[in-house]
């Protein structure tokens, strides 16, 4: 997928604004000057410079205890359930987990608008019924995955 279709400037980057329209947020907190995102993350190992830090909750780690690491890895601005106190913007969102796939859709762009998807489901047959319609789409010379 070419950049501009991801909604990217030519730098590779999106104005947080732009991503919290996406999000439609509770409320924004701490927004200065303009903020560019360069990548998204919820996990603090992936975090570079310019990254958007999704404070997910977890079952074993709170992503809201990690904020501060994020920061400090470079993190320029946080989607999080409740306010904290940190020094960068905060898009304070009801579930910052259902909010990643709508951020991921308005930065990367929607590959399914493009592709057409489908699913297997069941508790049985799945690899089989998988194999059948990849084999039924070849021979009508489509491009299955």
Do not use: W
Not at 30 to 35: H, I, K, N, Q, S
């Amino acid at each position: 997928m070419d950049e501009p279709s991801r909604g990217l400037d030519s730098a590779g980057e999106m104005q947080l604004e732009r991503l919290t329209a996406a999000l439609g947020p509770a409320e924004v907190v701490g927004r200065r000057a303009p903020v560019e995102i360069r990548e998204l993350a919820y996990d603090t190992r992936r975090v570079t410079p310019g990254v958007l830090f999704f404070c997910v909750p977890g079952t074993g780690v709170d992503g809201h205890n990690l904020a501060n690491d994020a920061i400090e890895a470079g993190a320029v601005a946080l989607v999080v359930e409740r306010r904290l106190p940190v020094d960068v913007p905060q898009v304070i969102v009801p579930s910052a987990r259902a909010a990643m796939p709508k951020a991921a859709v308005a930065f990367f762009g929607d590959p399914t608008r493009e592709l057409d998807v489908l699913a297997v489901t069941g508790t049985s047959g799945k690899t089989t019924t998988a194999f059948l319609l990849a084999s039924i789409l070849e021979i009508a010379n489509r491009r299955p995955a």
